[in-house]
């Protein structure tokens, strides 16, 4: 499984890539391993605001239907509409074409409440979530 080095990680199963103040927000290939088929992904409108582990949408599979949680503080700024047309390209490349939504990040994100790629990998490895 892969778990990309320079991107950070919830344990809520989100992937986060800072860049200055703005930041592209989506789910990690485990997470979506685990939900098995996608067939549909809300996400929020451009201009809504989010707290820091609010949820910001849902991601639906042929198994269940998971919300989404904002790993920062922000601003929607951009929504990726080919994952929306297309959820199941989110099991093919969740890391590049697969993110959900860029945002205006707020504020300095909490070192603490974000994982790095070997942080992650354990917590994934661990089992116990």
């Given at each position: 499984?892969?778990?990309?080095?320079?991107?950070?990680?919830?344990?809520?199963?989100?992937?986060?890539?800072?860049?200055?103040?703005?930041?592209?927000?989506?789910?990690?290939?485990?997470?979506?391993?685990?939900?098995?088929?996608?067939?549909?992904?809300?996400?929020?409108?451009?201009?809504?605001?989010?707290?820091?582990?609010?949820?910001?949408?849902?991601?639906?599979?042929t198994k269940t239907?998971?919300?989404?949680?904002?790993?920062?503080?922000?601003?929607?700024?951009?929504?990726?509409?080919?994952?929306?047309?297309?959820?199941?390209?989110?099991?093919?490349?969740?890391?590049?074409?697969?993110?959900?939504?860029?945002?205006?990040?707020?504020?300095?994100?909490?070192?603490?409440?974000?994982?790095?790629?070997?942080?992650?990998?354990?917590?994934?490895?661990?089992?116990?979530?």
């Amino acid at each position: 499984m892969e778990f990309p080095v320079g991107l950070k990680y919830t344990k809520d199963h989100e992937w986060i890539e800072l860049s200055s103040s703005v930041a592209k927000v989506g789910v990690t290939a485990y997470a979506i391993d685990q939900l098995g088929d996608i067939v549909h992904v809300d996400l929020p409108k451009v201009g809504d605001t989010f707290e820091a582990g609010a949820a910001f949408g849902t991601i639906e599979s042929t198994k269940t239907v998971s919300d989404l949680y904002m790993p920062v503080a922000g601003k929607v700024i951009e929504i990726n509409k080919a994952a929306t047309e297309n959820p199941e390209s989110l099991q093919s490349d969740p890391y590049k074409n697969g993110w959900l939504v860029k945002l205006e990040v707020k504020g300095t994100p909490s070192a603490d409440s974000l994982l790095d790629a070997a942080a992650y990998e354990a917590f994934v490895a661990d089992g116990s979530h």
